[in-house]
Every structure is written in structure tokens, then in C-alpha cells.
């Protein structure tokens, strides 16, 4: 399992894949996305010189050996019996994107680069992906529209979970600030049914006070030796990395519904 939508862009040998996605990433990066490369190559794989530390390391039988200097690193780690599905469980969870160049046979979602001219018009997907013909002067053009689109609706298919800070302690007011009531109802009720409204699931990150209607919601503890806020909201990511999270205080008396429906938006 992923959090990145997943891509790939796939054709025969000399059909460009490598020039496209070249052109793809700064027109993604200027967008503002993270952006990850999953490439499969035929012969054998070289990322180290026979001879330096960290392919001695390697040869060694070490699982994982990580090399870096004050501007990049690099990776290296045994591919023996891991298919694609290993590789991609391996990125960063942070990329927005994972394009996976080459793995043809593999069926998944993406681009076809197409090269033959005898093959416009006959066939428009190969193995699931779109078939786009290299020839056509926006085809990279073409590509990046496609690509931002299957982008929105990877994240439109995400299940939105809210999750509501309660862990402060609230010294200087001398009370809970969940417990402040407004209009008939603590500042927690008013937090937690706006959020419900705009979610799937509304979840409580934190150990502080609840009023007696919320003492059967779900909550979820603080990471240890992590602290103020960001203890409720590692413990959110962590417990549903799949999910899109919300985050909220509870001392926003005038939350409303409209604003968090801007911001998911």
C-alpha cells in the first residue's frame, strides 16, 4: 500500500519515456507536487563503484546501505524476490506522485508512448494505460494535463478523517478550554459536530477532558516523548497514513462549516 498515486509511463525501447518524464517533473515540481521515480531496467543494475565502502558494505550482506554528502544520498538495498509492489512500499510516504517508468507488462494506469505511425487509431490503452502518440506536438502537454488530473482524483477518493486536538492543558485559563461553553454547548461539541459534517470519521488526539456526551467517542493517545500539538497529530498519521487528515483545536469558537469546506477544496 501506497499514500502516492501511482503512474506509469510505459513503451517500447527508444519510444522516449526517459526524455517525457524528464519533462514532466519541473512542470509537476512547479505545481508544487513530490515526486517520485520508480524506473525498471533490463540489464544489470550499477550504482556504486566495485571497490568503494558502500558497495563493500553491500557485498557484504548488508540489507540497506544509505550514502550521502551535505547535497544528495543514495539508496541501495537488495532486490531479490521483491516485486513492484515492494519497491513502491519502500518510497517516501510523502510523495504526492510515483511514476514508474517501464514495468510494461505489469497493468496499471498511466501513458502508453506510442511511436508507430501505423498504430494511430487502432488502439486507445495498452495494459491499462492511455495511449498517447509522441509524433503529436503537445504530447508532453497532453501527458502533464493527464497526469494532474488522475492526481485530483487520487486525493478526491481519499477518505477525509478530522482529528481534534484535547491533550493541552490549558494552565493559564485554569480550565479546560474543551469545556468552555458557547451557546449551550462546550467548545469540544461545537468543534466536533462541525467536523463531522465535513469528514468521514471525527477522532479526539489527546488526553484531556471531555464533556459527558463525548465520553464514548474514539481517541487516540499521544505519541510518547513528543511535545504540544504535534504529539495528537503523529499519533493521527501514524494510526491512518492512508486517510486525509483535518486538523483542528478546540478553541475556535467561530468554526464554521463553510471555511473548512474552502479549504478542502
Not at 509537476?28 to 507536487?33: E, I, N, S, T
Not at 506510442?114 to 509524433?135: M, Q
Not at 493517545?221 to 492512508?242: E, I, N, Y
Amino acid at each position: 500500500m501506497t499514500t502516492a498515486c501511482v503512474l506509469g509511463i510505459s513503451g517500447y525501447s527508444g519510444s522516449g519515456k526517459t526524455t517525457l518524464i524528464e519533462k514532466l517533473i519541473p512542470e509537476l515540481k512547479r505545481q508544487g507536487f513530490l515526486v517520485g521515480i520508480v524506473k525498471h531496467v533490463h540489464h544489470e543494475l550499477s550504482v556504486d563503484i566495485s571497490g568503494k565502502d558502500t558497495d563493500k558494505f553491500f557485498r557484504a550482506g548488508a540489507d540497506y546501505v544509505y550514502a550521502h554528502d551535505e547535497k544528495t544520498g543514495f539508496a541501495r538495498m537488495g532486490a531479490e524476490g521483491r516485486n513492484l509492489q515492494d519497491a513502491l512500499r519502500g518510497l517516501p510516504s510523502a510523495l504526492d506522485l510515483i511514476i514508474v517508468e517501464g514495468h510494461k507488462d505489469i497493468p496499471m494506469d498511466g501513458i502508453w508512448l506510442e511511436t508507430s505511425p501505423e498504430a494511430r487509431d487502432l488502439r486507445s490503452s495498452v495494459n491499462g494505460r492511455k495511449v498517447i502518440h509522441r509524433e503529436a506536438r503537445d504530447y508532453v502537454e497532453q501527458t502533464l494535463a493527464f497526469t494532474v488530473n488522475r492526481l485530483r482524483e487520487f486525493h478526491d477518493r481519499r477518505r477525509i478523517n478530522a482529528g481534534i486536538l484535547v491533550g493541552g492543558k490549558s494552565s493559564r485559563m485554569g480550565r479546560s478550554k474543551a469545556l468552555l461553553s458557547l451557546n449551550g454547548e462546550t467548545l469540544l461539541e461545537k468543534t466536533c459536530r462541525t467536523l463531522s459534517t465535513v469528514s468521514d470519521a471525527a477522532l479526539l488526539l489527546g488526553s484531556g477532558d471531555l464533556p459527558e456526551s463525548l465520553m464514548d467517542m474514539e481517541r487516540l493517545p499521544d505519541v510518547p516523548d513528543v511535545v504540544g500539538p504535534l504529539a495528537g497529530m503523529l499519533s493521527a498519521f501514524r494510526w491512518a497514513p492512508d486517510r486525509a487528515w483535518i486538523i483542528s483545536s478546540v478553541d475556535m469558537p467561530l468554526m464554521h462549516r463553510e471555511a473548512w469546506e474552502w479549504l478542502l477544496e
